[in-house]
């Protein structure tokens, strides 16, 4: 009887060992799974992280231009809107500069006007009075 009950104590002992051993496999298992669960999750999420990354330069691309763009404009258009003041006012400048230079063209087309008449007249008065006293020296040459 006693081999009986060593048996059948041995065979609970064995029966015990075998559900803790299958316990602790099962926890395993299930520690796996998860594991293997959060593995795939992982990878999906990196995989979709790695699609972002190659996607990202050509967003950062695309915004860097648009904002670039957007800096450029307002500068661009104060630079166009300085040029053409400035041109603006040189070009008053010149319009005054050639008023002011056909003025004096007129002035001194005028002048050499009257220059040229008074020149005539003074030239005209010379060869008048020269040909009087050419008149005079010959008359006295001739009466003496």
Do not use: C, F, W
Not at 3 to 9: D, L, P
Not at 33 to 52: I, N, P, R
Not at 85 to 107: E, V
Not at 112 to 133: D, F, H, N, S, T
Request: aromatic content about 2%; cysteine-free; proline content about 1%.
């Amino acid at each position: 009887m006693e081999s009986h009950s060593n048996s059948s104590g041995a065979r609970t002992k064995l029966d015990l060992l075998y559900h803790e051993v299958l316990g602790e496999v099962a926890g395993l298992v299930d520690r796996l799974e998860s594991t293997t669960q959060s593995l795939d999750a992982v990878q999906k999420q990196m995989q979709s992280m790695g699609e972002a990354q190659q996607v990202l330069p050509e967003q950062l691309s695309r915004h860097l231009i648009a904002t670039m763009e957007a800096a450029a404009k307002p500068i661009n258009q104060q630079a166009q809107h300085a040029i053409q003041t400035m041109l603006d006012g040189t070009s008053n400048q010149l319009n005054q500069l050639s008023r002011n230079a056909a003025q004096y063209t007129s002035i001194a087309h005028q002048s050499a006007r009257r220059m040229a008449i008074i020149a005539l007249v003074v030239g005209g008065i010379a060869g008048i009075l020269g040909g009087l006293l050419a008149g005079l020296a010959l008359g006295q040459i001739l009466i003496s």
